[in-house]
Each structure stands twice: as C-alpha cells, then as structure tokens.
C-alpha cells in the first residue's frame, strides 16, 4: 500500500475540491473505500467528485437506499453505495453493481468489499475527537456537520495506482 495524499482539510468546500481532485484520476472499474465517523465528510467528498464528474442527480447518502447509480456527462457512471447498514458482505454482492463499468464509491466498506478488486484507493477521514470536538455531532445529519479540520489519508493498493498522482 502506498499513501497517495495525507493533509488537512479544513472545510466542507476542502471536502468538496479533494473529491474533485480525485475525480480527475478516476476511471472505469475504480473502486474508492471511504472511511471515517459520522459527519466525517464522507458524502460530501463524494458530491464533489460526483460534481467534478458531472454527476446526474443529487449525490447525497445512500444510507436506507445502499446504492444510487448516477449516471455521468464525464464517462462511466458513479455508484454511490452506503455499506453503514449491511451486515455480511455478501450483502454487497446482493446489490448486483457494475464493479467494472462504473466508478464505484463505499462509504463504510472496510471488510465489505476485500476481493472486489485488487486496486483499491482507500480514503480515510478522520475527524477531530476529545474536548475540542462535540460529542453532539454524531447526532447531525452528515450534511449539518459544520466545519472543523480533518486529516484525510489516501492510500493505493494494486497496480492500477502505480505512479498516479494526486
């Protein structure tokens, strides 16, 4: 595994650009692993890559629905997936996605998704815990988050990211 980006983002509209910025590296059969807790900024990086990629739709989370296929001006589609409720991976496989065709997005997919593919780009975001963050923002609708910095590691596994850039 190989760490592609490790920085701070220091807002929603950061969020924003960093999923546009990795938008402009994304192709067909990619597979993007987000990782975090609530209101870490997981649906919002995943709008703006779904804006960078002209998205059709509302990117928001799939959380009750676990996947949204959007279909895009840029290329393959983006499947947007919320694995927060599933149980077993196979649930996963339930969904029946174009692993191949799109640009596949899941939040929470640690452990759900390992044999999909072999190149993988895991996005963990880690937001700020303790006396200076409130305990109530686990309580927010992710979109209520407000602002407050992240460390947000990118890391590449696979062939497929071998000398990417971001």
Request: glycine fraction near 10%; hydrophobic fraction near 45%.
């Amino acid at each position: 595994m190989t760490v592609l980006l490790d920085l701070e983002v220091a807002s929603t509209d950061e969020m924003a650009a960093l999923g546009a910025r990795l938008a402009a590296v994304l192709r067909a059969g990619d597979l993007v692993v987000l990782t975090g807790p609530l209101g870490a900024g997981k649906t919002t990086l995943t709008r703006g890559l779904g804006a960078a990629l002209g998205a059709r739709g509302q990117v928001s989370s799939p959380t009750f629905v676990l996947a949204r296929t959007h279909p895009t001006t840029a290329g393959p589609d983006l499947v947007h997936v919320d694995a927060y409720r599933l149980s077993d991976p196979v649930e996963l496989d339930d969904l029946d996605l174009d692993w191949d065709g799109s640009i596949v997005v899941v939040e929470w997919g640690r452990g759900f998704v390992d044999g999909v593919s072999d190149s993988v780009l895991d996005v963990e975001i880690v937001r700020a815990t303790g006396a200076d963050a409130s305990d109530a923002v686990d309580d927010l609708d992710p979109d209520d988050v407000p602002d407050e910095p992240r460390r947000v590691v990118v890391t590449a596994s696979g062939d497929r990211w071998d000398g990417v850039v971001l």
